[in-house]
């Protein structure tokens, strides 16, 4: 820890001298928790709710930039102290220290990095690294990369790191290739094409965990897994007036597999498609997407398949709509790596302007679709419509309804009961301009669930002074419980307040939150219930 604080620290005195070649930016994040015991929704029975009574988690980035020298640095911190940040169902995590650092030069037509990196390769299929906080992801490759540019519209970049682990690294090296272009055919026809090979090459340690399991195994499913495992992915981008078209396939050889948790290791191979095609004009604009996953499960080691994200080397994105209103949000599927069809369609139409459609249609099922029993087979479908009018230029509306059959047992695992779960969500939404600073906005929600929560209603009234001070009240109400929820009906409330000074932002909130599935992108984890205070503060340099 030493060492790390030493080297923080000639890192910044080294920028701070160089202040007057170059710039210096940076941010910081800090949210705190505190927590208050609930029994009546669960939020209980954990160290936080019964002896910690409060976290903290922290982000300090420490950037430096000479263009006229072609470099880059950074540096951030970070800080968990009794989190829950990571897994919110496990005991507290504590931890500080260098979560990122990197050191980049240009020479000429070549970008040399070193330290943690993001990146990833076409959609992200074969290779994602990259960092959401919401959901507690960060899995940047710390390692060496080299980008090339060929000419203006060809480049070719290669990598070799391992995966990062919240402050350490799993043992595994990874290498990558990629090749990307443009290709212009006169004014209206483009092409971006580009290929990409992945190598992941197992350590001795998670071998040995992989090998002993399948020795563990009766012996006709015995078989021996390998060392390496290789990606590769094709992908083109066209562009074609109004009509645009990507495809993506890519192709996983053979490595140990589990199929479902619990079960034994299996030798398998693995493949994606991915395609949406696009059409859009003033007023109108429509996009179909189709994909299929067939035992896709890239991790940094077969071991690492707990969740979705534990270890994960690449993304698969999601075909559904990301809806982000409090109760049609409540159900959503994340993107499957063993077995996924799906289809999507999604429609905009403005036939005068300040009236706008919108339509969604998603569906997922296994691979295996039966045609005679299809319609009961599905794992997730979603209709959804929406009509936003600007009546004047202080009013607007928002209006709609949400269907969605969502397979509670399949993404939630086998305690998830029912099965099948049905629901209907209609909409409200209004939002008034007092004048050029004031704002006032409602949501007024309503949904039936009854084979799981039963009926809610959600409401909401937020007031805004643009662009220092926000204020909102809600209340989600489980008026009418579910058979197989608790009989009582519960209330859950949310007051929030944020204060904007230049680039300062501070926030407080009360929240009550209920049990549920968090998605963002199609990656997914289980929220508990949550009772008590959160505050934090946002800022930029």
């Known amino acids: ?77 970070d800080m968990f102290l009794n989190s829950r940040f990571h897994n919110p169902n496990n005991d507290a995590y504590t931890a500080f220290g260098v979560g990122r650092w990197f050191i980049e030069k240009d020479f000429k037509k070549m970008t040399l990095t070193g330290g943690h990196f993001y990146d990833q390769f076409g959609s992200g299929i074969a290779f994602r690294a990259y960092e959401n906080r919401f959901l507690g992801i960060d899995n940047a490759i710390f390692g060496v990369k080299a980008k090339y540019q060929l000419n203006d519209n060809w480049f070719v970049k290669g990598f070799v790191g391992v995966r990062k682990n919240r402050l350490s690294f799993y043992k595994p090296i990874i290498k990558g290739l990629n090749i990307e272009g443009y290709i212009p055919i006169g004014d209206k026809l483009t092409l971006s094409p580009g290929i990409g090979v992945l190598n992941r090459t197992m350590d001795e340690e998670s071998m040995s965990v992989v090998a002993n399991a399948i020795n563990a195994s009766p ?18 981008r066209l562009n074609a007036g109004n009509w645009t078209w990507f495809i993506e396939g890519a192709y996983k050889t053979h490595e140990a597999i589990n199929v479902a948790l619990g079960q034994a290791y299996q030798d398998k191979a693995g493949s994606v498609i991915y395609t949406s095609l696009t ?50 949000a409540r159900y959503q599927p994340a993107s499957q790596e063993i077995q996924e069809t799906a289809l999507s369609l999604d429609f905009t139409y403005t036939p005068i302007k300040g009236k706008t459609f919108n339509f969604s249609f998603s569906e ?15 794992l997730f479908r979603e209709l959804y419509l929406d009509f936003e009018w600007k009546i004047s230029k202080k009013l607007k509306t928002l209006q709609g309804f949400q269907f969605v059959q969502y397979n509670q047992d399949f993404y939630e695992g086998p305690a998830a009961l029912p099965v099948d779960v049905q629901v209907y969500s209609p909409f409200f939404e209004l939002s008034y301009k007092i004048d050029n600073k004031k704002s006032i906005r409602a949501e007024l929600q309503y949904q039936s669930a009854k084979r799981d929560f039963g009926q809610w209603l959600y409401a909401l009234v937020e007031f805004n002074i643009a662009p220092k001070f926000s204020v909102s009240v809600s ?56 009772n008590g205070v959160r505050a934090g503060i946002n800022t930029s340099f």
């Open 1 to 77: 820890m030493k060492k790390i604080f030493t080297f923080c620290i000639l890192l910044l005195f080294f920028s701070l001298s160089l202040n007057a070649q170059g710039y210096i930016s940076g941010d910081l994040e800090l949210r705190n928790d505190y927590y208050v015991k609930d029994t009546a929704i669960g939020a209980s029975g954990t160290n936080h709710y019964d002896d910690l009574k409060s976290s903290a988690d922290s982000w300090l980035t420490l950037n430096y930039t000479n263009n006229d020298w072609g470099f880059r640095t950074g540096i951030r911190l």
């Open 475 to 530: 209340d989600m109400w489980n008026f009418k419980p579910g058979p197989n929820k608790s009989s009582k009906n519960e209330h859950y409330y949310s007051v929030y307040t944020s204060y904007t000074q230049d680039q300062h932002r501070f926030f407080v909130s009360y929240v009550r939150q209920v049990e549920g599935i968090v998605c963002t992108g199609g990656i997914c984890r289980l929220e508990p219930a949550f």
């Open 279 to 328: 059409y859009s004009k003033k007023g109108f604009g429509i996009t179909g997407q189709f994909k299929r996953t067939d035992n896709f499960q890239f991790r940094t080691s077969p071991e690492d398949n707990q969740t979705l994200i534990k270890g994960a080397i690449n993304f698969i994105p999601p075909i559904n709509r990301q809806n982000s209103l409090r109760l049609p």
């Open 364 to 378: 997922i099922h296994k691979n295996d679709i039966n045609l005679k029993t299809y319609a009961l087979d599905n």
């Open 219 to 236: 012996l006709e499913t015995r078989f021996v897994p390998k060392y390496n495992t290789y990606v590769f992915t094709a992908y083109n």
